[in-house]
């Protein structure tokens, strides 16, 4: 038998029943600027650090240097005049983004006013803050495009991410996020085209005709040409067959449970993507397609083309494992499934489990599946571990205070890695680690302990050191992933990847989670204030 059958999130307490299931199936290397010794690994198609990369994060450096400088100069001239917090602020700037948790940072959703030719005295700064912040995006972004050249792509793509972030209305950096100018506010191609038709974003019922807004927040639904009671069409969608329909920009959510959930999730969803295509955007853009997009031309997404992702969203876990029962006969030990036989994600209401960590999980199956139309077996004969690790990884994703992130060393997951390696002394060798296959892994009697190992490997991978392994980690996956049997047969390892032995590695993530666990433990020591 060829090829994954399906993907689940294996729920985290079923052990026994789990042993049942066969045949399943922003700096870093980029460097921060400030870190001279890190290099970029991977995230290519090259076996080393090139020269030429160790010139371009030497050019970085100094455009780096240089804006921190000018910074300073603004922030100076603000302490003069005793604006204390201002000159804080701006200081602040200089810090690049993701380099303590991952965090991810939101762009601006509109376009910066002008500054006004006349300032207050205490307002001054205003004008050359943004003129340094405007001519270092602009160095950047013309870094970008030599990085690009080289052959980094990922980095390529966390350099255009910090050009936005120091000019949120770089039109070519915004393009290059999949964000157009509509009027005044940064939107989604998909979004443009809804406003342009008079459509709305409502937080409860989605894109919605703006005239029937209040016609919905009085209790009617517009269905099959004509307005009927809330509770009527509550009925008619009860019935998955009539499921209701989220269509959003990249996801398409049917669900029996209701409207307002169904809404719910696919706008979780829809956060989701932004992070993830962020996070992994060197395995999406190979070159040619970065190039494509440097030079202005449209992609797919911008045109109206690409079919959305599909999720099946059921209302109870009994309809959910009497709909897939035929599919897959063990539906009922699993919690979420992603189907790559007819790429759909399903789930169903669980009022006691963690629907958003199930929802991440299997949509990073989804997403890193459907890179390609192809139908292909994914890591059969070895290094299945990543694509559970990174799935479990991706759970982790969170949003607090209006601050995404990735990573959060006490999810659940990381805990139980730290918990196996520490405490249990639990631990398979990176070298017999990666030569377990699909079968292998899903069978094994140590299944529950593997997928803890696997979630804290990923997490190492994502993080140690800066992230010094993040794009060799997305190289890897995209070989695995690749939709030509020559090079997915041929998938490097980690090892050659990065020219880190698997010894090395098996140190290395050793003392990461002791050194994690400690910074845990003073954190949580630390007296509150
Ligand atoms: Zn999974």
Not at 55 to 62: K, N, V
Not at 327 to 343: H, M
Not at 399 to 404: C, S
Request: aromatic content about 12%.
């Amino acid at each position: 038998m060829i090829g994954l059958k399906f993907y689940l999130r294996r729920p985290r307490r079923c052990r026994l029943l789990f042993r049942r299931l066969l045949s399943v199936g922003l700096l870093v290397c980029v460097v921060l600027p400030a870190s001279s010794g890190r290099t970029a690994v991977g995230g290519t198609r090259r076996r080393s650090v090139s020269g030429r990369l160790v010139g371009l994060q030497s050019q970085h450096r100094r455009l780096y240097k240089r804006f921190v400088a000018d910074l300073d100069k603004i922030a100076r001239s603000c302490e003069q005049k005793n604006l204390t917090a201002e000159a804080e602020r701006i200081r602040r700037l200089a810090v690049p983004a993701g380099t303590d948790l991952f965090t991810i940072e939101e762009l601006p959703k509109t376009v910066q006013p002008p500054i006004p030719v006349s300032l207050p005295e205490d307002e001054m700064w205003r004008r050359p803050l943004r003129y340094t912040r405007q001519r270092y995006a602009k160095d950047l972004y013309l870094l970008s495009r030599r990085v690009l050249h080289a052959g980094y792509p990922s980095y390529a793509y966390k350099l255009v991410r910090e050009v936005a972030r120091q000019d949120p209305d770089h039109k070519s950096a915004r393009r290059l996020l999949g964000q157009v100018r509509l009027g005044n506010a940064w939107v989604t191609p998909f979004a443009a085209r809804m406003i342009r038709r008079n459509y709305v974003w409502h937080e409860r019922y989605g894109w919605l005709p703006k005239s029937y807004i209040s016609r919905y927040e009085n209790g009617e639904r517009f269905e099959n040409r004509r307005w009927i009671s809330a509770e009527k069409a509550r009925e008619i969608h009860r019935d998955f067959d009539n499921a209701w329909q989220i269509r959003t920009a990249h996801y398409l959510v049917k669900t029996n449970d209701s409207l307002e959930q169904g809404v719910k999730i696919a706008a979780a969803l829809e956060r989701f993507y932004g992070v993830f295509f962020q996070t992994f955007a060197g395995f999406f853009h190979t070159r040619e397609q970065l190039q494509r997009l440097f030079e202005g031309r449209k992609s797919r997404s911008e045109t109206g083309g690409g079919r959305p992702y599909r999720v099946n969203y059921y209302r109870q876990r009994e309809e959910y494992n009497r709909r897939l029962q035929k599919k897959i006969s063990q539906i009922a030990i699993t919690n979420g499934l992603y189907y790559p036989r007819d790429r759909i994600a399903y789930f169903f209401h669980d009022p006691k489990g963690n629907n958003t960590a199930t929802l991440y999980h299997e949509a990073t199956h989804q997403l890193f599946y459907e890179s390609s139309s192809r139908n292909r077996p994914i890591a059969e004969r070895r290094n299945f571990w990543i694509v559970e690790g990174i799935a479990c990884y991706m759970e982790s994703f969170q949003i607090e205070n209006g601050k995404r992130s990735l990573g959060d060393p006490r999810y659940i997951r990381f805990r139980a890695a730290r918990y196996r390696y520490l405490v249990d002394h639990y631990y398979v060798p990176m070298k017999r680690f990666s030569a377990m296959g699909l079968h292998e892994f899903q069978t094994s009697e140590n299944i529950s302990k593997n997928y803890s190992q696997a979630s804290g490997l990923a997490h190492f991978l994502m993080h140690y050191d800066g992230g010094r392994y993040r794009d060799a980690l997305i190289e890897h996956l995209s070989e695995l992933y690749s939709t030509n049997p020559q090079e997915r047969a041929a998938a490097r390892s980690l090892s050659s990847l990065t020219g880190v032995t698997n010894a090395e590695f098996d140190q290395q993530y050793g003392r990461y989670l002791a050194d994690q666990q400690a910074s845990l433990k003073r954190h949580s020591n630390r007296p509150s204030p």
